[in-house]
């Protein structure tokens, strides 16, 4: 079977022409629906990233001591607490390593601290987690250990934070298959609109002996590329709106968060691909749907 | 070349569209198919291009079983099974020599052997120079004939042809019917469904009557024996 590509793909663009009412209707839906996968897209990925740095940063319990403990106390305290399940390490902070890890966080400002005539900062122990899953267990027990003044822990936000991750990609999925399910319809009926008015070709076709895949073939390309502009038209404008919303979190204000913003190139080669895939993933299916019908002779 | 052995098609709505029937057709054969309408001409045409599945029985096309044929194979059995029909089917915006060209491209015939057998299956059919012409531009039975070359450009062992006259004045009719002898004649069995007395009377054919979806005569040098 000789298909020549450059010919199919002057006969498609030609019948989208054609027909160029219904093909900027699918364009725009898939457009539309790509954009909304986008933006939902962009969300995720920028939730879980914060959602990530967090856990990493605190899956960490700090359990500040008692002042002026003696060091075999401290040690039967660590020994105690490395007893309990899904406790992977412990380590002692004293009251300078504070200090000293105080003034590298403040940075330029970190002289301030030069003028304290007495370290006013506690001793502490640092305890860290197999997983976050022990943390509510190993947080009761500890609070039970004598010579622990005050325990410190980031759990419910980190909770917080994976529950609106979950409720986000959950919703993000519903939206995302109706939308999918919409768009597929709408390139579904352009196509008809060409398969109609090649009805009588197609069965002139089928009389000669063609294959499926011989009548399928041009009309499958027509539907893959209006999915196929739709994803270039939707990656062109998430391209433009996350450059902006990074600029714009970059600003000076918003700066404690946006090192944890995922920048716009990581996010674009992820977005690229599954806007191709998807969107020509749409244009095909609809192309497939309409032609079933005549097919079956 | 064509078998039926004790077909039947009853149709979801009820109508027993063929009946037991058991016919042989010889290769080579020129064979008539009348009857009156509805008696089951088009179900029994169909059936051998398996445009309708039978309800009980076997058809035998070209040594092949069709009855249980995958429906992506049945592409492969219309490549032997050239078909002409009443309203000739052709399409408007190709020309004559496209028409027919498009059969062929679309078995993946090479660009080279395309140019060399379409003038030869025009001057088969006596249409020579007139490849350029659009259907509109052609008469009634010119347009029947590029449907014929059209059917067998590729060499189809079998030709059915569904009242290739039945839209034709009889002079015209007459001209069809020398093409469809002279094709015969180089050894393609054709099947021809027809309502057409004088054709049928003068060929001295074969002729198989059906009424009410069975055999009800088939004579090998037959008359059309209706009254209309």
Redesign the interface.
């Known amino acids: 079977m000789t298909i020549k590509p450059l010919f199919t793909l002057k006969q498609a663009l030609k019948n989208l022409w054609r027909n160029r009412l219904m093909s900027i209707a699918s364009i725009s839906s898939v457009t539309a629906t790509l954009l909304i996968l986008g933006i939902i897209f962009a969300l995720i990925l920028n939730i879980n990233s914060i959602a990530q740095s967090a856990k990493d940063k605190f899956d960490s319990i700090q359990a500040y001591l008692v002042d002026e403990l003696p060091a075999e106390e401290i040690d039967s305290i660590m020994k105690k607490i490395e007893a309990i399940e899904g406790v992977s390490e412990v380590k002692y902070e004293s009251k300078s390593d504070a200090l000293t890890k105080m003034k590298s966080q403040w940075e330029d400002n970190g002289y301030l601290l030069d003028g304290l005539e007495e370290n006013p900062l506690p001793s502490s122990v640092i305890i860290y987690l197999d997983d976050i899953y022990y943390a509510q267990n190993v947080l009761e027990r500890i609070q039970n250990i004598n010579g622990i003044e005050e325990v410190k822990s980031y759990q419910d936000i980190v909770e917080r934070l994976l529950s609106i991750t979950e409720a986000i990609r959950k919703a993000g999925v519903v939206i995302i298959f109706v939308l999918i399910a919409i768009s597929t319809f709408i390139i579904h009926n352009t196509i008809k609109l060409t398969v109609n008015s090649r009805n009588r070709e197609i069965n002139i076709m089928k009389y000669v002996g063609a294959t499926n895949w011989f009548i399928r073939w041009p009309f499958l390309i027509e539907g893959t590329l209006l999915g196929f502009i739709g994803a270039m038209i939707s990656t062109g404008f998430i391209k433009l709106m996350y450059d902006y919303v990074f600029k714009a979190i970059h600003s000076d204000f918003y700066v404690f968060i946006s090192a944890y913003v995922v920048t716009p190139s990581v996010l674009m080669k992820d977005v690229i691909f599954l806007f191709l895939v998807i969107g020509v993933g749409i244009g095909a299916l609809g192309s497939l749907w309409s032609m079933r019908k005549y097919l079956n002779v | 070349m064509i078998e039926f052995q004790n077909v039947s098609k009853k149709y979801d709505n009820g109508v027993l569209a063929l009946d037991r029937i058991n016919v042989t057709i010889e290769k080579g054969e020129f064979v008539f198919i009348v009857g009156p309408s509805g008696a089951g001409k088009s179900t029994f045409i169909k059936s051998i ?1 398996k ?1 309708v599945n039978v309800t009980s029985g076997n058809i035998v096309v070209d040594d092949m079983d069709i009855t249980k044929l995958h429906r ?1 194979r049945v ?5 032997k099974v050239g ?1 002409v029909f009443q309203d000739f ?1 052709l ?1 408007p915006n190709k020309t004559v020599y496209e028409n027919i060209a ?2 062929m ?4 015939t ?1 660009h080279r052997n395309i140019r060399k057998q379409v003038p030869m299956i025009l001057a088969l059919v006596g249409l020579t120079g007139k490849g350029n012409f659009y259907p509109n531009q052609l008469s009634g039975g010119e347009q029947q004939r590029v449907s014929i070359a ?2 067998m450009i ?1 060499n189809p062992p079998i030709l059915i042809a569904d009242e290739p006259t039945g839209n034709l004045d009889p002079d015209t009719s007459w001209e069809i019917m020398k093409v469809l002898r002279t094709i015969n004649r180089r050894g393609t069995t054709i099947l021809m469904a027809t309502h057409d007395r004088e054709i049928v009377d003068i060929m001295k054919k074969r002729v198989i009557a059906l009424e009410n979806g069975q055999i009800a005569r088939d004579e090998k040098v037959g008359v059309y024996g209706y009254d209309d």
Do not use: C, D, Q, T
């Open positions: 291009l445009e992506r592409p492969y059995l219309r490549r078909v089917r399409l498009f059969a491209e679309i078995l993946g090479p059209r059917s590729n």
